[in-house]
Structure formats: structure tokens, C-alpha cells
């Protein structure tokens, strides 16, 4: 199969590569869809101690095409995305429940050969039917559970006024999710005018540019008391 491969820093190449083998409790999917995301572009530069050569591609979704003779839950032909993130449920911290702080933690398409390649395999553990949804909308599904637990841990309220820095596409999901939540008002900033536009189409109540001379004036005029919850999904030191 052909697949994605980064095989040093800044190398980035299509590879004619093993087509992954399926073990007794494994799904193998044909990828349909998967997204780039922030994390794909730090392990292309070398960051985040990379495994090279590694095949990247954590946000996905496609078709499960073979499952491994202990594999139940689902069958060759479902639609399905895939939870990456690899937890060990053996160590001190997955023993209370902080799997994020795994001490044997993989990922598939970070630590694992990942989704840009025609076929992925992964443990049925990780994988989720997504129903009628489309693959891109599939391929959404990871992005978005970050940003769903990411406003249960700042609780977005019934009335709140939230500010979001930052309208890539977590900042548009965060703009959309706060929406649903029945705050009173979204505010967000970006550096560029299409993301901005976009954002008032997904019904940003105030959108305003980041570069403006006096950036702080304009949220103060927005909100004079400031805002119920902030929310920074730049990932630029300067934004916090
Ligand atoms: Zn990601
Ligand atoms: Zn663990």
C-alpha cells in the first residue's frame, strides 16, 4: 500500500509500504478521511521525540475492511473512527484513572503507524461506529471529543460570555460546542479575515482581529467586566 512516511525532520515522502497485518483482536480500516492536525506538523519538524520513520495520521475515519478471529463488535464493511490515544490500564496512573498520564502510552499515528496510508490497523478497543455520518465529518470526531471534554473542564454556563482566542478549526469547533451550550454571547479572534468570516457563519456574536492596535479596548467594550470563560486555542505562548 502507499502511505505517508517521515522518515527525518522536514522529509516528508509517499512510500510504497507492508500493508499492515491484522492481530487476533485487531480491526484493519480502509481510510476514507483524516485530517492534519497541529500535532502532525510538530512530529514533521522533529517534535514530540518522534519513532521516525513514522506514518502519521491520528483524526480519521473509513471502512473496516478485516477484524482479527477475537474481534465482536464490529464487522467488515461499518463505518467507523478510531480513539488514537493507547492507554496501558496497567500502570499507577491508569490504575486511577489518569490515563493521560500513561507511562506506557502509544498513540496510533504519533508513536504508531498511523491514517495517511490506505490502511490502518488498530485495536477494537479504539474503535467507534460513526453511523450515517460522512468520513469527513469521521475524521472530526477526535478533534471534537478534545474540545467536548475540554468545555466540561471550563464549564460553559447558560448565559456566560465566552472568549476564544484563536478560529482554526478547534477555535470553530469551541465557537460551535459554546453555542449549543446556551451561552449569552462567543467572541473570537483570529490573525486572519477567512477564519473570522467563517466564525460569524457559525455564529460568532463579535469577531475581531488580533492585530488590531488595541486589541484590549475592543474586548473591554465588548464585555467591560470581562468574560465568564476564556478559552485559548492558539497554542501561541504570547495569546496566554
Ligand atoms: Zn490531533
Ligand atoms: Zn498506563
Given amino acids: 500500500m502507499q502511505a505517508v512516511v517521515f522518515r527525518e525532520p522536514y522529509a516528508v515522502a509517499v512510500e510504497d509500504v507492508p500493508k499492515p497485518s491484522v492481530k487476533p483482536y485487531d480491526v484493519l480500516i480502509r481510510v476514507e478521511s ?56 496497567r500502570c499507577y496512573y491508569c490504575r486511577r484513572d489518569m490515563q493521560n498520564h500513561c507511562e506506557a502510552w502509544e498513540a496510533i499515528g504519533v508513536t504508531l503507524p498511523g491514517a495517511f496510508a490506505e490502511y490502518v490497523a488498530v485495536p477494537e478497543a479504539s474503535v467507534h461506529h460513526i453511523g450515517s455520518l460522512t468520513f469527513t465529518e469521521g475524521a472530526f470526531v477526535e478533534p471534537l471529543s478534545c474540545v467536548v471534554y475540554g468545555q ?14 484563536g478560529a482554526g478549526p478547534i477555535g470553530l469547533l ?3 460546542m459554546a453555542k449549543h451550550s446556551g451561552c449569552a454571547n462567543v467572541t473570537i479572534t483570529d490573525l486572519r479575515p477567512e477564519r473570522l468570516d467563517l466564525a460569524k457563519q457559525l455564529g460568532a456574536d463579535y469577531v475581531l482581529h488580533a492585530g488590531e492596535a488595541d486589541v484590549d479596548g475592543a474586548l473591554r467594550e465588548i464585555e467591560p467586566r470581562g468574560f465568564d470563560v476564556v478559552i485559548d486555542a492558539t497554542g501561541v505562548p504570547a495569546a496566554v
Avoid: W
Avoid at 152 to 165: E, T
Fill in 174 to 176: 469551541h465557537l460551535q
Fill in 152 to 165: 466540561r473542564r471550563a464549564r460553559v454556563r447558560m448565559g456566560d460570555s465566552v472568549l476564544i482566542h
Fill in 34 to 89: 483524516a485530517g492534519v492536525c497541529g500535532t502532525d506538523i510538530h512530529l514533521m519538524e522533529g517534535g514530540y521525540e518522534p519513532k521516525y520513520p513514522l506514518i502519521p495520521g491520528h483524526e480519521f475515519a473509513g471502512v473496516v475492511v478485516e477484524v482479527g478471529p477475537g474481534v465482536t463488535s464490529c464487522k467488515p464493511g461499518d463505518h467507523v473512527t478510531v480513539d488514537p490515544n493507547l492507554y496501558c490500564d
